[in-house]
């Protein structure tokens, strides 16, 4: 690989090389495709633009079968402003944050959600890897 495209790589401007996942992972990835719809449907309905995105992006990747989608997904979680801290069903009203009725329900979904994408995540890269 050329140092410009590493660069354009670690810089996050250009994509890295396409790695098809073996047939070993399909039924992990169906699970996980499940899991990544029903993750921005949830997303959605609060209106939630960045993560709902991401995680269309993995979506995108891992329907082509692109190990791609499994390293982009994971990059989600860990840190400050991460996939694992994000809370829904909040909304500004001019200075203060209105919650909404049902916000403890969405939040249970969502977390729940987000175990189950990150643990098949999980699951996929061992596979990929061939450490199962």
């Known amino acids: 690989m050329g140092i410009i495209r590493w660069l354009g790589q670690l810089l996050g401007l250009a994509e890295p090389d396409s790695e098809p996942l073996g047939p070993e992972c399909e039924s992990t990835v169906e699970e996980l495709l499940d899991t990544l719809q029903a993750l921005i449907d949830v997303l959605s309905a609060d209106g939630e633009v960045h993560w709902t995105a991401w995680m269309e992006r993995s979506r995108v990747h891992l329907e082509e079968r692109n190990y791609r989608g499994v390293e982009h997904l994971l ?44 643990a098949s995540a999980c699951r996929l890269k061992e596979l990929h890897r061939g450490d199962h």
């Open 75 to 118: 990059n989600a979680y860990g840190g400050m402003g991460s996939f694992n801290g994000l809370v829904i069903g909040q909304h500004s009203n001019g200075d203060s944050l209105e919650w909404a009725d049902n916000a403890a329900s969405m939040n249970n979904t969502l977390d729940a959600l987000r175990s189950e994408a990150y």
